[in-house]
């Protein structure tokens, strides 16, 4: 193994790493909702970023670029961070995952509640989790194993505004924010002395069946980029350019130019999420509430991180970071790679996280 897992506050762990050493960092920051009552997801996001924005500014190479997964709500004070201790932004891509749960309470129901009076069942929904009871289904002394009840206003405000939500859309995107550490000089220059700064486009192209040709410094003519000047040997790349939309979902209508992994179904998708991050194959749940398909990370860091390069992650969770680096290292790169993980509730009880991590690493070795 290439890497190592580190138990304990990243801000503490980071300070032991030497400047300007590290290539790239992928990280799942908290997005500081609430999510789930969790203590780690609470606070102020610019005053938790800043102290660590300026240790990556330290360790990160010039050049390297720093990928921070966010929440629309709350990612433009992580943002300012980064800013403020002199990283660049330079791009953001757009996950897309179409699966996201609405969070609204309906206004309708408010009003009733409000008016403390009893609405009206007159059917019942299954929920996603089969037929099973649900508190709203107590008929008398006995439970109806019917699922979540379907109910009709009762007081005119609740008519009124029936159908009506409190604020927010079905969330179905998380940005990730691609920060760059300033170049010194130029890109030639950087790059020379430090060996990362660039983008590696083409192993992060879109596959696809479409004819495409390069063009180059003579003139060209062909039926994708018309007439002009362009190269003498028209070369086919092996995908599209890659764009600032992802998502490993293709059902998605434009899936064929923003999915790059289209060989996939959605079957097949389905049960790769379910074995290579939710379960391992002794059985063992990885109970991390906000784990990352192992493929997304992969494309990520092969688009910033030299082949040999040192990237790390200062959120690691249940160490996906940490498992792409493997994975792509037995496909024939050479990465140095960091997992820091805090892995305790708010009463320092461990929550596992770490212990799944490795399960996870030592099942791809035996595999």
């Known amino acids: 193994m290439n890497g190592k897992i580190n138990k304990g506050d990243n801000l503490k762990i980071m300070k032991k790493i030497q400047d300007n050493y590290v290539d790239s960092c992928i990280s799942d920051f908290p997005y500081w909702l609430e999510f789930m009552g969790k203590y780690w997801d609470k606070g102020s996001p610019y005053e938790w970023t800043l102290p660590r924005a300026k240790e990556l500014y330290r360790i990160i190479k010039p050049g390297g670029y720093v990928l921070i997964f966010g929440h629309p709500k709350t990612n433009h004070r992580m943002k300012c961070a980064f800013e403020d201790v002199g990283f660049q ?42 037929i099973r009871p649900d508190s709203h289904n107590l008929i008398g002394d006995k439970w109806e194993h019917k699922g979540h009840p379907i109910t009709v206003p009762t007081t005119e405000l609740a008519k009124q505004w029936d159908g009506w939500k409190t604020a927010g859309l079905k969330p179905a995107k998380e940005p990730i924010t691609i920060f760059q550490k300033p170049l010194e000089g130029t890109y030639c220059d950087n790059i020379e002395k430090y060996g990362c700064g660039g983008m590696n486009i083409d192993a992060c192209r879109i596959p696809t069946d479409d004819k495409l040709v390069r063009p180059s410094i003579q003139r060209f003519d062909n039926e994708v980029y018309g007439k002009g000047l362009g190269a003498g040997i028209q070369v086919e790349p092996e995908g599209r350019f890659p764009m600032n939309i ?45 784990v990352k398909p192992v493929e997304l990370i992969k494309w990520l860091i092969k688009l910033v991180t030299p082949k040999d390069g040192v990237t790390i992650d200062i959120a690691a969770g249940s160490c996906t970071h940490g498992v792409a680096c493997e994975e792509l290292n037995k496909e024939g790169y050479s990465l140095k790679w960091c997992n820091i993980e805090m892995d305790e509730d708010e009463k320092g009880n461990s929550l596992g996280y770490i212990d799944i991590g490795k399960k996870r690493l030592m099942q791809l070795f035996n595999t």
């Open 89 to 130: 932004i330079v791009d953001e891509i757009d996950w897309l995952y179409m699966t996201g749960f609405p969070k609204n309470q309906d206004i309708g129901k408010l009003f009733d509640k409000r008016a403390g009076v009893e609405r009206e069942i007159i059917g019942f929904v299954p929920t996603s989790k089969g």
């Open 246 to 290: 992802i998502t490993l979902d293709e059902s998605i209508w434009f899936s064929k130019y923003a999915n790059p992994f289209p060989q996939w179904t959605d079957q097949e998708l389905s049960k790769k999420t379910q074995t290579k991050e939710k379960t391992l194959t002794d059985g063992t749940k990885n109970t991390h509430p906000t």
